[in-house]
């Protein structure tokens, strides 16, 4: 039963998480084309969505520790063998994610919320592009551990 729950709770917190990372990766590289909403609107939207990636990200990081450490007794990994090392890239992938995430949080947003405190749109415009960069990157980890996971049998 608890296995059960936190492979929902995976499959829920990944989905949120993943879901938005792409959806504001569009969103961020198409929005300069489209010129529908301005680089301000999107970086705030961006912005208020973050304690939701936040609250689901510790969710999915939850959920996968402790479900790896129930099913295999330990929080251990193998190379030895095809599926083994199937599982290990996902758990790399996953590593690489999380920590990404970070440094998108910490870092590379800093510039977004500096600009969108002062009266400039170029600013704002000009501190999004990193940004589209690091979120197009969380895209495809993201995607790369979903296609890994899934080979897993996840």
């Given amino acids: 039963m608890l296995a059960t729950f936190l492979h929902g709770l995976t499959l829920l917190s990944s989905a949120t998480y993943g879901g938005t990372v792409v959806c504001f990766a569009l969103l961020v590289a198409l929005y300069p084309r489209g010129r529908a909403r301005s680089a301000e609107q999107v ?29 295999r007794g330990g929080l251990h990994w193998s190379w030895d063998g095809g ?30 919320r500096v600009a969108l405190a002062g009266d400039e749109p170029a600013e704002v415009e000009r501190a999004l592009r990193p940004v589209r960069v690091h979120l197009g990157a969380n895209a495809v980890l993201f995607a790369v551990w979903c296609l890994l996971w899934a080979g897993t049998g996840g």
């Fill in 83 to 112: 599926a083994a090392r199937l599982d290990l890239a996902a758990w790399v992938v996953f590593a690489a994610l999380w920590a990404s995430s970070f440094v998108l949080e910490i870092w590379t947003l800093e510039p977004v």
């Fill in 43 to 71: 970086a705030r939207v961006f912005q208020a969505a973050g304690p939701v990636m936040g609250l689901s990200m510790g969710a999915w990081v939850f959920a996968l520790l402790v479900g790896r450490y129930l099913a």
